[in-house]
């Protein structure tokens, strides 16, 4: 059901001439968290492409969302408009004053305490919605697989994607995990070629669709391994998961994969590992007490002043260790 029209911005925005103008595309994304699930895929396809949205007819724009064309109506009259018509005069209005594609949240003209102000909002209020949405189920689910798992790869395409791999690569093998996280194709290819029922891959890809990774997933699948995937939930990616750990934020005005979609996201790796660490028991905290006091104890970026001592003794002459 869709919900009733919310309010939208307090003030209108205004153009240099001081003339009164229409803002669907703040209005849009103001109103996002009290929007349906059917309209909030409208406000996406709009937001991702509203040159798209001002040229399409009623029926392309509601097949693509996958709603009713009378939904199309009620989401123009919740952002403000009088109806579709009205939406697309609007929505063409922005377009010719120019899209923010620095970030949705910041205008031309804001002075730096609207930038944090509005930056820092922004994400607050995507991390509420998405903690409201996700499942926990999926993420017990996906912890006691890694749990109970043989080996467990890590696979990522992508500057942070790889980067995501390798970070949860490091705090399962901290949890006394076989473990290895793998970036390139090929050997992507191979450690897939070797998995077994008893294997689990975590393959993650906020945009869900890199083909090299779509295709190490399936390969992955048919050895039989459990595939957990981090990733949006209405993706290829997604569809052959066995485990969807949904990061689902709205798309970034400029980066392929934004701050909320990483963040989000590392929330979900931060969530497997404690979940997993719960799952292994007494152990595995006496593991990772071990080594935090082995870190502190010989880590070259401890506290410890005499460890800096310790580091200039060779250089001085003098290589006997600290006490």
Known sequence: MDHAPVPVAEEAPFHSDGLETPDVLRAIRQAMDSLSSGQKRIAELVLENPSWAVSTNVEELARAAEVSAPTIVRFCRTVGCEGVKDFKLKLAGDLARGTPYLHRGVSEGDSAYDVVRNVVGSLT???SEWQRLIDPTFIDRAAKAINAARRIDC????ATSNFLAQDLQARLFRLDLNTTAYSDAHFQLVAAATLTPADV???ISFVGRMPSLLEVVRLAKARGATIIAITRGHTPLAALAD???????????????GTEAYVVQLLVIEMLMVMTGLLRGP???????????????????SDDPSLLHWGWRPLLGDDEPPL
């Open 125 to 127: 209020a995507v991390l």
């Open 155 to 158: 696979y990522g395409t992508g």
């Open 201 to 203: 891959v975590v393959a």
């Open 243 to 257: 485990i969807v750990l949904a990061s689902d934020v709205p798309r970034d005005a400029t980066m392929r994969v």
């Open 283 to 301: 152990a595995v905290i006496g593991r990772l007490r071990e080594i935090h006091d082995i870190l502190q104890t010989h880590g070259v970026d």
